[in-house]
């Protein structure tokens, strides 16, 4: 015998059906190039449903962004917990390594890096990496200069200027990305004490 879902499960999987339709479409075309038709379409509900859950297309993209900085936060966090003491200074090198890795699906460099802070302005983007991503960076930054890995200086100021350094290097051409990382890592090897 077949359970019934409940409301709450339904609702929840409308939901994820949204953010899961709008996550592909806003890859593939942008965000400017998605429409809400294209989007209740891709996720077979209809436009009140997409109404019901959602203000409208801007605050379903933020809960895209949201998501996508969350599975980069924990791509991150799987590289630098994967290694056996692997000491501050190589988990800073290997988070970003796994940043770049996961930034190398174009369609979430364009949610993230392009689109995002165009549609939601930066300093809600800043609010959101800084609740995943930025948050880690900070920690381990933080981490490696408590360990006296590297020099003591300001931990946020820092966390932004090596974050702002794996943007620049998650836009760089395929080809050029591991001159990026090569460069990337000796700055990072740079703070050593």
Same mark, same amino acid.
């Given at each position: ?17 949204l953010v899961s339709a ?15 038709p294209e989007i209740v ?10 109404? *019901? ?75 959101i990496d800084g609740r *995943?991503?930025?948050?880690? &960076? ?17 931990? &946020?100021?820092?966390?932004? &200027? ?32």
């Open positions: 015998m077949q359970e019934r879902r409940s409301q709450a499960e339904r609702r929840s999987g409308t939901r994820a059906a709008a996550r592909a479409l806003f890859a593939q075309n942008g965000y400017a190039g998605t429409g809400t379409q891709a996720a077979g509900v209809t436009r009140g449903a997409l109404y *019901h859950h959602f203000a409208d297309k801007a605050a379903l993209f933020a809960t895209v962004v949201e998501e996508e900085h969350m599975l980069l936060a924990m791509a991150i966090n799987a590289a630098t917990e994967g290694e056996d003491e692997p000491g501050p200074v190589k988990a800073l090198i290997a988070g970003g390594d796994a940043f770049l890795d996961a930034m190398q699906d174009q369609g979430r460099r364009r949610i993230l890096l392009v689109d995002a802070p165009a549609v939601l302005g930066r300093a809600m983007v800043d609010e *995943h991503g930025l948050r880690t &960076l900070v920690d381990g930054v933080t981490a490696a200069m408590e360990a006296k890995a590297i020099r003591e200086l300001p931990a &946020l100021p820092l966390a932004h &200027l090596l974050n702002a350094l794996f943007d620049r290097a998650a836009l760089a051409p395929p080809e050029e990305v591991s001159d990026y990382r090569k460069a990337i890592k000796a700055m990072i090897r740079g703070l050593k004490i």
